[in-house]
């Protein structure tokens, strides 16, 4: 059992929660089962051993090559992101695609996340993207990595399917999905569009920015079309991803309804 600090899978660990990369830290079942329902890489895990002789521990490993190590629960604490950790967690290879692989499809969704600073706003927004069938994720510079271990947790385990690109500028997106001549539409908290007097045909791209500082002079000049999402006072706002939920839902309401 690893019961020190100083073992070097504990040390790898805390090096990957200060600096996040290609390798992503899976924490508690969920997760450590949507990555191997999807093939990912998993070099290997911790657990505890109440987790290891629970049900849950046997159905999740039984049928798994997964290298697993048993590790002190206090030792699991402290490498978690989460304040009630699940008694076990993975390490993952979970590199990001270029923004050569962003599939260009035709009628395509796709969700431009510019400066979004807190991960678990993305995780929950990915997982929305997902579920309204995005064809892609594109982050713009400055945005939240996607593998810090609060976003993989609010994604529910989107983040390990679906395509998410980081680092891209706004003109290189265009550039890339110039074939399919997308409508860009830029979530903004006033001023702009009803989303219900919208044709929302045809390629689209939403952009959402982060609350506060909002989308950047690039997405603002990219946009064909600028949304405001109406709401009753005294309430002015909404957070971004709630706002962009909401949009993703009328963009997929509107083309199943035709």
């Not at 962003?102 to 929305?128: E, F, K, M, S």
């Not at 999905?177 to 569009?193: F, I, K």
């Amino acid at each position: 059992m690893i019961v020190s600090r100083q073992n070097q899978k504990v040390k790898d660990i805390r090096r990957l929660l200060r600096c996040k990369g290609d390798r992503a830290i899976l924490e508690g079942p969920h997760l450590i089962r949507e990555a191997l329902q999807a093939g990912l890489g998993l070099e290997y895990a911790l657990a505890t051993p109440d987790f290891l002789a629970s049900k849950t521990g046997q159905e999740l490993l039984s049928n798994s090559q997964l290298e697993v190590a048993e590790a002190e629960p206090r030792l699991l604490q402290e490498l978690c992101d989460a304040d009630s950790p699940r008694g076990i967690l993975a390490i993952a290879s979970l590199p990001r695609p270029s923004l050569e692989s962003i599939p260009v499809v035709d009628n395509g969704l796709y969700v431009v996340v510019d400066g979004i600073q807190d991960p678990g706003n993305l995780g929950a927004l990915v997982r929305t993207a997902e579920a309204f069938s995005a064809a892609a994720v594109v982050l713009t510079p400055g945005t939240a990595h996607p593998n810090h271990p609060r976003a993989l947790r609010a994604s529910a385990g989107s983040l390990l399917r679906a395509s998410v690109a980081m680092g891209v500028e706004v003109a290189d997106l265009a550039r890339h999905l110039e074939r399919v001549s997308p409508t860009w539409l830029a979530l903004t908290p006033a001023d702009g569009e009803s989303i219900s007097d919208l044709d929302l045909s045809g390629s689209i791209v939403l952009a959402v920015g982060a609350e506060g500082p909002g989308l950047s002079a690039g997405v603002h000049t990219q946009a064909d079309r600028h949304l405001t999402i109406r709401l009753t006072p005294p309430v002015e706002s909404l957070n971004s991803t709630v706002a962009a939920s909401i949009a993703l839902y009328e963009i997929s309401r509107s083309r199943s309804t035709g």
